[in-house]
């Protein structure tokens, strides 16, 4: 362990300094300079680099002669290797495993015995702004190879039991909320046991997919199946405080070339031992880098099919279709058009997110999305359905966010056989529609049209799409709806806790100005049929739900399935809510169905599952 004169050093002094040397840095390229106090009396060994909290009581220091045996080698992205101290202390808050950055591919192998001498570093993924706790390594190593061979470290088994089922302590206040001088307490909180173990060799048994493989080559388990399980074999997200402490990244240290990376759906189950390095990086936390993996069982996840209306009922849909355009291939096209015709049974009104214009992320000016939608509809008379007609508005040029240049927008498909638009000319870009009272009626001013325009919570952001609608006589208002993303926010796995929702601020201001137009239409017609549609990209239970339901002129659809199937989205192996369907009290006797068809799955058409609601007007 470190002398005392070493652990008296208050951790916030140690960071403040080192932010001042640079030594705590979001850039894995950090050239700081070593401090030339010695770090401690005597042999400095790796519990006594990670210390018994978040930073190193030893951070800007120079280290010297650390022994231990290479766990595991990273020749791609940030290179270097994992070395583990055979000889370990009796506190279970401090690491035995720390990260060597070596900035070129290690010269090193698993099972080398080796001493490190180095600069104790601390290195926050995504950078300082990004929140994210940061991942204690040596920089600047000098590495000496003492022999080859060795038998490496019994890995820490990851398991229910062992990990807390709280996930994180709360932040110290005096520190803005940071948890970063909090001792660990590995056996009361989730993430204070994975600090204790970051950079040590870790396992999993056999464990269940809760998040499928990615582009990026890794996916998620869980240790706790039964944790807030999912009916199809996920992990839902019920509120922030149920993070799920059971899931774990896992990710492997074999390059692709040599071993492609398994392929599996939510619900299968990594069969085996998953052994390697525990890491820390920014699109996930905690990590097991995999040395050795397991073998994917498939479970034969299937994706759903909702049923047909009936005739006297009027389907409502929406459906991100993830920067659909034009030069995506014909192929995507087809697919999100069979979910369209087959998944979805060709309801008769189809909210689309995320139409982008007609060359795509092409920034030339061009907003129109003629083009787009001609493609998909087209793909749908050849999967078999109806010749949707459409409806929407294009936005200002580089207006409404999104991918720069694609001008995302909601767009209206229907079916004219069962259904039809009421066009009210005048709406565009610029001119908000309004609402009012014809014959004893509510009425939009303009169909289709934007709401609220003047409100600066619309910035940069997709403006809320309004349509007035007539099936079998009764008027019904749908509003298509794609609120702020959430970027900016810090993860649940951030430093400070609970984590900055930075992002939600726009997203509540978006919700009260659409509960405030829905409830100028209940004000013209107090049972007037109004539905909120569309990727409000966030939670049920958040605040901006709470914004969108003020004063009960919504009720969010999602919340009459049981809680195991509430979810449209599948994001760090939690299920969760991005996507709703909201109706007002007039609609009150309907039938609502998430229709799980991409988030669970490897291979995906859009990394959102659509929705659909039956109601008779």
Do not use: C
Not at 93 to 114: H, L, M, N, Q, R
Not at 144 to 157: E, I
Not at 195 to 224: F, I, P, Y
Not at 406 to 424: A, K, M, Y
């Amino acid at each position: 362990m470190p002398a005392a004169s070493s652990r008296t050093t208050t951790v916030s002094a140690l960071v403040a300094a080192a932010l001042a040397a640079g030594l705590l840095t979001g850039a894995a390229t950090t050239s700081a300079s070593a401090s030339d106090t010695p770090a401690a009396d005597g042999q400095v060994r790796i519990h006594d680099i990670q210390g018994s909290t978040r930073i190193s009581p030893l951070v800007g220091q120079q280290v010297s002669q650390v022994p231990g045996v290479v766990t595991g080698v990273r020749t791609y992205g940030s290179k270097g290797f994992w070395f583990q101290d055979t000889r370990p202390d009796t506190d279970p808050a401090t690491s035995e495993g720390v990260f060597v950055y070596t900035g070129s591919a290690p010269t090193v192998a698993a099972g080398d015995a080796v001493t490190v001498s180095g600069t104790v570093t601390e290195y926050v993924p995504g950078g300082l702004t990004s929140g994210n706790q940061s991942l204690t390594q040596l920089s600047k190593p000098t590495v000496t190879v003492v022999s080859s061979g060795n038998a490496l470290p019994a890995p820490v088994r990851i398991t229910g039991r062992s990990v807390p089922s709280r996930y994180a302590p709360q932040g110290d206040p005096a520190a803005g909320g940071s948890v970063n001088a909090l001792p660990l307490r590995p056996s009361r909180y989730a993430l204070d046991y994975y600090e204790s173990v970051e950079g040590m060799n870790v396992s999993v048994g056999t464990s269940r997919v809760a998040g499928a493989t990615d582009t990026h080559a890794e996916l998620w388990v869980t240790v706790k199946p039964h944790e807030n399980d999912a009916r199809r074999g996920g992990t839902v997200y019920g509120s922030y405080d149920q993070q799920n402490t059971g899931r774990l990244q896992i990710q492997s240290l074999v390059p692709l070339a040599e071993q492609p990376f398994p392929k599996a759906d939510v619900g299968d189950v990594l069969t085996g031992v998953t052994e390697g390095p525990l890491d820390f990086n920014q699109y996930g936390g905690y990590t097991l880098t995999a040395r050795t993996m397991g073998t994917v069982t498939a479970k034969g996840l299937r994706r759903e099919v909702t049923r047909k209306q009936r005739s006297g009922e009027l389907a409502v849909a929406t459906y991100n279709v993830e920067n659909l355009d034009p030069s995506d291939p014909q192929e995507k096209f087809d697919a999100l058009a069979a979910a369209v015709v087959d998944n979805l049974a060709s309801p008769d009104i189809v909210a689309l997110e995320e139409i982008q214009d007609d060359n795509g992320a092409k920034d030339d000016g061009t907003v129109s999305a003629g083009l787009t939608v001609k493609k998909f509809t087209d793909a749908i008379r050849a999967a078999g359905g109806p010749a949707y007609d459409w409806r929407s508005v294009d936005p200002e040029d580089k207006k409404d966010g999104g991918e720069p240049g694609g001008n995302i927008r909601q767009v209206f498909l229907f079916n004219p056989e069962r259904v039809s638009f009421t066009d009210r000319s005048g709406g565009d870009a610029t001119s908000a529609t309004g609402v009012v009272r014809e014959r004893g009626r509510a009425a939009l001013t303009f169909s289709p049209g934007r709401i609220d325009l003047a409100n600066a919570a619309w910035e940069n952001s997709r403006k809320p799409l309004v349509g007035e609608f007539s099936f079998r006589g009764r008027t019904v208002f749908v509003v298509a709806n794609h609120f702020a993303s959430k970027g900016g926010d810090e993860a649940i796995y951030a430093e400070h806790q609970p984590p900055a929702r930075s992002s939600e601020v726009q997203r509540h201001a978006q919700g009260r100005a659409v509960n405030t137009f829905v409830k100028k239409l209940l004000s013209a017609q107090k049972n007037a049929r109004v539905l909120v549609v569309g990727d409000i990209n966030d939670f049920e239970f958040s605040g901006t739900a709470k914004e969108l339901t003020a004063g009960g002129v919504l009720y969010p659809a999602i919340k009459s399935l049981p809680r195991s199937e509430r979810y449209t989205y599948v994001y760090q192996g939690n299920s969760q809510v991005l996507d709703q369907i909201l109706t007002s009290p007039a609609i009150g006797d309907f039938t609502y169905d998430s229709v799980h068809i991409n988030a669970e799955f490897a291979d995906q058409n859009s990394d959102h599952d659509p929705q659909v609601v039956r109601f008779r007007p």
